[in-house]
């Protein structure tokens, strides 16, 4: 699933702030909490206000997500500009 997120991470800059949370790390039990994160790789598309749009759970396809993303750019423009990447390891959110 990285290669799938990070191609799609280059391929979205600018646009949608693609944000990856080690659920493995304590220092991240907040957020995972504050997500509902409970398994790896969840994905949430996050309003700019916070307010998650719509999530998936799992393996997801390439075409699946580059679908979704396009969708929801369309339907909330500049207010949908977030995907947490919930895995097993990665960088700390803050």
Do not use: W
């Not at 493995?24 to 504050?34: G, V, Y």
């Amino acid at each position: 699933m990285a290669p799938v997120v990070h191609g799609a991470s280059s391929e979205y800059a600018g646009r949608i702030d693609f944000i990856y949370l080690d659920v493995a790390d304590k220092r991240n039990a907040a957020a995972k909490q504050q997500f509902g994160s409970t398994s790896t790789p969840h994905f949430f598309f996050v309003r700019a206000d916070g307010v998650v749009r719509t999530q998936f759970q799992g393996v997801v396809p390439r075409d699946s997500l580059i679908r979704t993303l396009d969708a929801l750019l369309r339907q909330l423009g500049s207010s949908c500009r977030r995907l947490v990447a919930a895995q097993g390891s990665s960088r700390r959110v803050e």
